[in-house]
């Protein structure tokens, strides 16, 4: 399935990287392609660590790449030239040395796979409105600050995407916190308790994602003025200070939304109606 979401990736990779870069394109294609493969590779078998439910090598894993990453740009800038097309290679070189890595575990079952018609037919059948499902998702956020900038102007879509960034993201980390570990368990009691089991775990992951979610929405809201002089400039402070709760509160219902409906979706195998959700949350915003 990798390998058939790389294939599905490389003509739009092209277009991007066309799009993007026109003068630097076939370097940035294949560093994009390359990056396709190795996130591909990384992410299969994070999922298969989280389906262990093995936090420690999952952890190592996460950590390694971030370090490699931030390591390989840092000394390709420093050694080659401070472009952003070096940048890109080290973090690119970084991630498929990790990709590798995570390879092995898989080397003892290549020689045995076989593609299974019928397991591929069943695993395209569910995963096939992921795809749209994920973009629509993507661009989501994107049209959130082209609406702003229509409205408002640059200036206020600066500040909207300061403040989100430094709302969202501790909000985000407690949600995953609970997310890494509640899905495999919710899928397991799925598959063998059923979903009267599903939905007692879920009740215990909802429960706890309000409990982490809501005090630190909570403190967000009352520290605003404090936190917000002290990590962002003078020219958005008087903004951000009055839309941080709105970005707060709402940080914490699309956690909720992910990490707790979403699942449900998955849970019942009703993507299409998740998609059609979404659907119609971008067909409200063009409204």
């Not at 500040?159 to 995953?176: F, K, T």
């Not at 706890?208 to 003078?234: D, F, K, Q, T, W």
């Not at 903004?239 to 941080?244: C, K």
């Amino acid at each position: 399935m990798t390998g058939l979401a790389l294939v599905v990736s490389v003509p739009l990779s092209a277009l991007l990287t066309l799009l993007a870069a026109p003068d630097q394109w076939v370097g940035f294609f294949a560093l994009l392609v390359a990056m396709t493969f190795a996130s591909g590779v990384v992410r299969l078998r994070l999922a298969e660590l989280q389906a262990e439910q093995n936090a420690s090598r999952y952890f190592m894993i996460e950590v390694a790449r971030a370090i490699l990453s931030l390591g390989a740009s840092l000394a390709l800038v420093a050694l080659v030239e401070p472009t952003f097309m070096a940048l890109s290679a080290g973090f690119v070189g970084a991630n498929i040395a990790v990709a590798l890595v995570c390879l092995l575990s898989f080397a003892p079952d290549l020689p045995r796979m076989a593609l299974d018609r019928t397991v591929v037919k069943s695993i395209l059948s569910y995963a096939g409105p992921i795809v749209p499902l994920t973009a629509l998702q993507a661009l989501i956020p994107l049209t959130e600050r082209y609406v702003i900038q229509f409205v408002a102007g640059p200036a206020a879509v600066g500040i909207y995407a300061a403040v989100q960034n430094l709302v969202q993201q501790p909000i985000s980390m407690l949600a995953s916190a609970v997310a890494l570990s509640a899905f495999p368990i919710i899928m397991r009691s799925a598959e063998t308790e059923g979903h009267p089991g599903a939905q007692s775990r879920m009740r215990e992951a909802g429960a706890y994602l309000l409990a982490l979610g809501l005090p630190a929405v909570a403190g967000i809201i009352a520290l605003r003025s404090e936190i917000v002089s002290v990590v962002l400039g003078e020219e958005f402070r008087a903004g951000a200070i009055a839309i941080v709760p709105w970005v707060a509160v709402t940080a914490l219902l699309v956690n909720l939304k992910y990490h707790y409906f979403d699942v449900a979706f998955h849970v019942t195998r009703r993507v299409l109606v998740q998609l059609a959700t979404l659907l119609r949350r971008r067909s409200l915003r063009r409204r």
